[in-house]
T-cell receptor, first 115, second 113 residues
Framework: GESVGLHLPTLSVQEGDNSIINCAYS??????FIWYKQESGKGPQFIID?????DKRQGQRVTVLLNKTVKHLSLQIAATQPGDSAVYFC??????????????FGQGTILTVHP | DSGVTQTPKHLITATGQRVTLRCSPR?????VYWYQQSLDQGLQFLIQ???????AKGNILERFSAQQFPDLHSELNLSSLELGDSALYFC????????????FGPGTRLLVL
């Protein structure tokens, strides 16, 4: 059959707006979560992380929220800039058992920022 | 620049061939990870090494193998290549081995014709 690529969710915003990117993770035992930004032709770039004993963490212009009850993670970007345009991935890690450092990635969200 | 280096940047080869991808981790990092990124599967974990020893394994094909050397650089060997192996292969590294930030290299783009 024909191979079809992943259809990534997209988010388009105007420069200066706040952006919210959402992610549903799969393993209720995951205890570490990361957001990565990937620009075209480059490797994933670390943005911010959070551990399961927290529900919010802030960085520079970014905030990550974790809701373990519904297995949901979000990334908020304040005052979004054209340079923020990229694909954003959430990733989860369950450090117990034999998973060690294995990261399980979400499918990604394409963020486009219009000047 | 993450500090993780990968070579080569691009690789074009034919079906049935074997290739080796190389990764040097950030200075001080003991763990190395390999991931595959394809259009239809997204980013998938392949394998992790810690200080020379295999630590965790994902859905890595039997045709693929990896190792980490005493100087901590790692190589990913892909053999009997198929068209479907065409993808981006990323290496990442971290200080120890779990529950911590992984820093990714720029990747190797493999095209199998």
């Amino acid at each position: 059959g024909e191979s079809v690529g992943l259809h990534l969710p997209t988010l388009s915003v105007q420069e200066g707006d706040n952006s919210i990117i959402n992610c549903a993770y799969s393993n209720s035992a995951s205890d570490y979560f990361i957001w990565y930004k990937q620009e075209s032709g480059k490797g994933p770039q670390f943005i911010i992380d959070i551990r399961s004993n927290m529900d919010k963490r802030q960085g520079q212009r970014v905030t990550v929220l974790l809701n373990k009850t519904v297995k949901h993670l979000s990334l908020q970007i304040a005052a979004t800039q054209p340079g923020d345009s990229a694909v954003y991935f959430c990733a989860e890690n369950f450090s117990g058992g034999t998973s060690y450092g294995k990261l399980t990635f979400g499918q990604g969200t394409i963020l486009t920022v219009h000047p | 620049d993450s500090g993780v280096t990968q070579t080569p940047k691009h690789l074009i080869t034919a079906t049935g061939q074997r290739v080796t991808l190389r990764c040097s981790p950030r200075s001080g990092d003991l763990s190395v990870y390999w991931y595959q990124q394809s259009l239809d599967q997204g980013l998938q974990f392949l394998i992790q090494y810690y200080n020379g020893e295999e630590r965790a394994k994902g859905n890595i094909l039997e045709r693929f193998s990896a190792q980490q050397f005493p100087d901590l650089h790692s190589e990913l060997n892909l053999s009997s290549l198929e068209l479907g192996d065409s993808a981006l292969y990323f290496c990442a590294s971290s200080v120890a081995g779990e529950g911590e930030t992984q820093y990714f290299g720029p990747g190797t783009r493999l095209l199998v014709l």
